[in-house]
């Protein structure tokens, strides 16, 4: 059975790999209730060899390159950091950043899997 978190999971990942990163963005930041983090192409030079980081100052998803943009992993994961920071919660260790994005992909997984069997 699919449920409204399912779904809406579902629809974040699919925004980002239908290369609309921001709308997922918009979509994030108001489920959280958060402000929208920036995002931007082209890392800081501290961080030239990462795929992708979060500026805490700036409230800024860095990423390497255009194929970052698209890819849900990195997107949620860098996400997962800004909703921390906006929280006040110690910053978040990379093994929930991790798991905050697996359970995205996981739920648009699952969602196309029931969606492909009706």
């Known amino acids: 059975m699919l449920t409204a978190d ?4 579902a ?3 699919n925004l980002i ?3 609309d990163t921001e ?5 994030l930041s108001q489920h959280y209730r958060v402000a929208k983090p920036n995002l931007k192409v082209g890392m800081p030079k501290r961080h030239s060899r990462k795929l992708a980081c979060y ?3 700036k409230r800024m998803i860095h990423v390497s390159g255009r194929e970052a943009l698209y890819n849900p992993r990195v997107i949620l994961h860098e996400f997962y950091h800004h ?3 906006c929280s006040d919660a110690q910053r978040g260790i990379e093994k929930y950043a991790e798991k905050f994005a697996d359970n995205y992909l996981q739920a648009y ?5 029931y969606v492909s069997k009706t």
């Open 6 to 9: 399912l779904l809406f999971k």
């Open 83 to 85: 909703l921390r920071n």
């Open 11 to 13: 629809k974040v990942v």
């Open 55 to 57: 500026a805490a100052k």
């Open 109 to 113: 997984v699952h969602t196309h899997n």
């Open 23 to 27: 709308k997922a963005l918009d979509l």
């Open 17 to 19: 790999i239908s290369k």
